[in-house]
């Protein structure tokens, strides 16, 4: 496979700024940060909100495993599926607070490490939306799209 093709994916929320989803390069299919956003409402899954709509409280199992949902979407979209990630960089918000509860999800869906790929998670101050983890995977890419 030759060339740089952009992803744009139709079930997965839409990129809160001017770049794709993902884009293939060669083998490897490279996805933009990917948060729990639903792709239906724009909601942020497991955010409790006070009467003037600021986040008071959030539950990081929920967004982790919205934003696991998010992925996927993305990586079937530009060809490849959930076994082919190979590297995974992940952002949460509050490291001290989400690192158990997130490394729990994340396991759920990795049950082995053998076969899960790599990871590197980073705490941050904040994301550009009201999310408490964000996500930028490398896939392999085994067959044209």
């Known amino acids: 496979m030759t060339g740089v093709a952009g992803v744009q994916a139709g079930n997965a929320p839409t990129p809160v ?29 497991g955010n409790v909100l006070d009467a003037d709509g600021r986040v008071v409280a959030h539950d990081i199992a929920a967004q982790a495993r919205a934003v696991f949902a998010n992925v996927r979407a993305v990586l ?9 990630l190979l590297d995974v960089t992940v952002y949460l918000t509050d490291m001290a607070g989400d690192f158990a509860g997130y490394n729990a999800v994340w396991a759920e869906h990795f049950p082995d ?24 995977c490398i896939a392999a890419l085994r067959t044209s799209p």
Do not use: M, N, Q
């Open 17 to 45: 700024g001017r770049y794709p989803h993902a884009r293939r390069h060669g083998d490897l299919l490279f996805l933009s940060g990917i948060g729990p956003r639903d792709p239906a409402t724009d909601a942020v899954p």
């Open 76 to 84: 079937e979209a530009g060809g490849a599926r959930w076994e082919d």
């Open 113 to 136: 490490p053998a076969t899960a790929p790599c990871r590197t998670t980073f705490g941050i101050d904040a994301l550009p939306t009201p999310i408490a983890i964000e996500l930028k």
